[in-house]
C-alpha cells in the first residue's frame, strides 16, 4: 500500500519555526516532484510549495517565499517542509502530495496525498 505519512506539526508561537517532514512507503517517488498544500479552517486547500524530482527546481507561493524551504531525501523516501518566521495565518493542515509533473502547483495534478498534520501559530 502506497502511503505519504507527514509529521512535525504542532503549536507555535509567531516567528517561531517548525519542519514538516513526509515519509514514503509502498513505493519510491524518486522520479516524482514533491509537494505541500494546506487548507485553514473555513477556506479551500491552497499550493505551498514543490520540488521537482531531483531536488534542482524549486517553486513557493508567494505567501511563504523566503521563510519556507522545501526539500527531499531520496535515500531516506522522506520530504520535508521547513517552515520559518511563521505567522497566525500560516496555521493550517499541511499535506503532502506527489505528482509527476514538473513544479506543479495544481491539486488535481497530484496522484498521492497524506493525511495531513496540523500547524497552529500563536499570535
Known amino acids: 500500500q502506497v502511503r505519504l505519512v507527514e509529521s512535525g506539526g504542532g503549536l507555535v508561537q509567531a516567528g517561531g519555526s517548525l519542519r514538516l517532514s513526509c515519509a514514503a512507503t509502498g513505493r519510491t517517488f524518486s522520479k516524482d516532484a514533491m509537494g505541500w498544500f494546506r487548507q485553514a479552517p473555513g477556506k479551500e486547500r491552497e499550493y505551498v510549495a514543490t520540488i521537482n524530482w531531483n531536488g534542482g527546481n524549486t517553486y513557493y507561493a508567494d505567501s511563504v517565499k523566503g521563510r519556507f524551504t522545501i526539500s527531499r531525501d531520496d535515500a531516506k523516501n522522506t520530504y520535508y517542509l521547513q517552515m520559518n518566521s511563521l505567522k497566525p495565518e500560516d496555521t493550517a493542515v499541511y499535506y503532502c502530495?506527489?505528482?509527476?509533473?514538473?513544479?506543479?502547483?495544481?491539486?488535481?495534478?497530484?496522484?498521492?496525498w497524506g493525511q495531513g498534520t496540523q500547524v497552529t501559530v500563536s499570535s
Open positions: 502530495a506527489a505528482t509527476p509533473y514538473e513544479l506543479s502547483r495544481r491539486e488535481d495534478e497530484y496522484d498521492y
